[in-house]
């Protein structure tokens, strides 16, 4: 059974976020900060559970779908402990009773095929294989190769436990360096102003810390409090979450190639200290010319050490 007990700590009371006013962007980050600071630091695997769910139209522009799917990763510094990874497909269905409308008077398909050269507006890539309505199994996958002494990646680069175990831990030290890891990539041919480019990448490396990488409470409390500090990122108040869980939202637009922006919405509770969620938010024009939101979010069910072991399906490799 999954619980996000790993972190389920309460803020100090000088850094709490009142009930009786909405608190900022910065009182909510700071609050999350401090509650991720008395987070278990250690135990037998890092776990992430995670339901990722997705929109994308069907073949002809109709309607659109939303899908579904869970993931769990289970990494462990124990060499007598086994990496694993556990999914499954959670089914794909209309999106909206508007779309459900459009997919019943074409037929009530449950498999849809698409072309390999759909045009997308690089809003979601064309899958592959034929999307379908049921559900599948839950599947487990033995992690091995080049994760072998892995304890993920940062910004798509792999790290070992030496190295996440080496990322500073105070605020200023860490945000130098990350901004030298940032300075090592080749920015100048994006298109996009290069100083802007490096300030939107050190926000997504921050969420990145935070949202699953096995560093250290102050690591990933630090990463809350440079987040505290950037501009562009805005409190929109209490929501509810894809898995119907109140937190914090906090909003900023993301730049994901030249003059083309998503919407970012993450969903906190600073209680806990823990990311509920991110959900990125397009829209896009259907072939009766209606306009059609497309969202792509994370929801994070777990992040952190736990003691538990991996509850393994039947299916397994």
Request: hydrophobic share 35%; charged share 25%; glycine share 6%.
């Amino acid at each position: 059974m999954l619980s996000n007990s790993t972190i389920s700590v309460a803020p100090q009371p000088s850094t709490s976020v009142s009930a009786t006013a909405e608190p900022t962007a910065r009182q909510i980050l700071l609050a999350a900060a401090v509650a991720m600071e008395r987070a278990p630091a250690s135990g037998d695997y890092w776990r992430t559970a995670t339901v990722n769910q997705w929109m994308l139209t069907d073949p002809t522009r109709s309607y659109v779908l939303e899908g579904s799917r869970s993931l769990e990763t289970w990494l462990a510094k124990r060499p007598d402990l086994q990496y694993w990874r556990i999914r499954q497909d959670l089914g794909v269905k209309p999106a909206t009773p508007q779309d459900e409308a459009a997919w019943r008077a074409a037929g009530a398909p449950t498999s849809w095929r698409y072309p390999k050269n759909m045009k997308t507006e690089n809003l979601f890539s064309v899958p592959s294989r034929p999307v379908e309505a049921a559900a599948g199994e839950r599947t487990a996958e033995r992690l091995h190769g080049k994760w072998k002494g892995s304890a993920g990646d940062m910004a798509g680069d792999s790290m070992t436990w030496k190295e996440v175990h080496a990322i500073p831990s105070e605020p200023d030290k860490l945000q130098r360096y990350l901004e030298e890891r940032i300075g090592q990539l080749e920015l100048a041919g994006s298109g996009m102003d290069v100083e802007e480019a490096r300030a939107h990448i050190l926000l997504r490396d921050c969420v990145g810390i935070i949202s699953g990488l096995p560093a250290s409470p102050e690591v990933r409390a630090s990463a809350y409090r440079i987040l505290a500090s950037l501009p562009g990122i805005r409190a929109e108040g209490e929501m509810t979450d894809p898995l119907g869980r109140r937190g914090q939202a906090l909003t900023y637009q993301e730049e994901i190639e030249p003059g083309l922006f998503t919407q970012v919405q993450l969903v906190v509770d600073p209680s806990t200290g823990l990311l509920l969620a991110e959900v990125r938010t397009n829209t896009t024009k259907l072939a009766n010319g209606r306009q059609a939101e497309l969202r792509l979010s994370t929801s994070f069910q777990a992040i952190g050490w736990t003691n538990d072991r991996p509850e393994l399906p039947t299916h397994r490799n």
